[in-house]
């Protein structure tokens, strides 16, 4: 190999097992953070006031990931 091959070639990324569970535990908080807003909530059972805003923003996405809303 040439010097600039080496230096293209990719390093494996080493993480120690405290700082997977911590990416993994970030993961999982957001997917669910994620999931409850596009999927759970409706508004009448919100967590964050009795306003639609939430719901009326992820609307369509609701619908193109099956969710009913109506």
């Known amino acids: 190999m040439t010097a600039s091959a080496e230096a293209l070639s990719p390093t494996p990324v080493v993480l120690s097992a405290s700082k997977a569970a911590l990416w993994l535990t970030g993961a999982v908080f957001l997917a669910l953070a994620l ?12 967590v964050f006031g009795s306003d639609s805003h939430v719901h009326e923003f992820v609307h369509d996405a609701r619908h193109f990931l099956g969710f009913p809303c109506h």
């Open 35 to 46: 999931y409850y807003f596009v999927g759970i909530d409706q508004g009448a059972t919100s």
